[in-house]
């Protein structure tokens, strides 16, 4: 079965600061991947997603992302954050079928400060 | 990408009863995936449901305890049963269009 996982949990940083967010996967197989947002109290929404080709990623709000597939990474990044970032965001995978369903990371709960 | 409408938005339920939640998709689909957040968690996947077919359940869910019904290719409902505290979740729909998962608003649900 298909992990995700995610490893900062909580992050904290000031406006303008440079945000890194970690994702490794577990799948041997193709996957498309996908950063989900979450702004509080609103529903899910997609950030940007990775099918095949150019391995970086450009999403919304200035967000990109990148591909190592020898690393079974997806990081996702933004060069300077906004106070508005603050949000949970949430790495997903699936695998190449697409049958099967999202699997999730955890979630990491970003919060900027001004 | 694909609008999908969830009622109700939010409930409050006594502990034993039922709930039915509705997802109404604007176009046809052929699968539809119901997931379950709960408080401070990530999103797990309980079930797809594909038309005319019994729904796929994950390892932890059972369709005795989530029964799902999806009488046509826009439509869909997932039943929480005998409800405990512990069910007090967010539960989303979701389908995809384009390869891309597309979720709705959900339904908060409150176990007292």
């Known amino acids: 079965a298909q992990s995700v996982s995610q490893h900062n949990h909580h992050v904290i940083l000031s406006e303008a600061a440079s945000l890194e967010l970690g994702c490794n996967y577990s799948?041997?197989?193709?996957?498309?991947l996908f950063w989900y947002v979450q702004y509080p109290g609103q529903h899910l929404q997609l950030l940007l997603k990775?099918?095949?080709?150019?391995?970086l990623v450009k999403g919304i709000k200035g967000f990109e992302a990148e591909f190592i597939k020898s690393k079974f990474s997806f990081n996702l990044r933004k060069p300077s954050v906004q106070w508005s970032d603050t949000a949970e965001y949430f790495c997903?995978?699936?695998?190449?079928?697409?049958?099967?369903?999202?699997?999730f990371g955890k979630g990491t709960h970003l919060i900027i400060q001004p | 990408s694909a609008v999908i409408s969830q009622k109700p938005s939010r409930d409050i339920c006594q502990r034993g009863t039922s709930l039915t939640i509705q997802c109404q998709v604007d176009?046809?689909?052929?699968?539809m995936f119901w997931y379950r957040q709960q408080p401070g968690q990530s999103l797990t996947l309980i079930a797809t449901?594909?038309?005319?077919?019994?729904?796929?359940?994950e390892s932890g869910f059972v369709i005795d305890k989530f029964p799902i019904s999806r009488p046509n290719l826009t439509f869909s409902t997932l039943t929480v049963s005998n409800m405990s505290p512990e069910d007090s979740s967010i539960y989303l729909c979701?389908?995809?269009?384009?390869?891309?998962?597309?979720f709705g608003s959900g339904t908060r649900l409150t176990v007292v």
């Open positions: 979701s389908v995809e269009r384009d390869s891309t998962p597309t």
């Open positions: 799948y041997g197989g193709t996957v498309n």
């Open positions: 990775y099918f095949s080709g150019d391995p």
């Open positions: 997903a995978v699936i695998s190449g079928g697409g049958a099967d369903g999202l699997t």
């Open positions: 176009s046809q689909v052929t699968m």
């Open positions: 449901a594909n038309q005319g077919s019994e729904a796929t359940y």
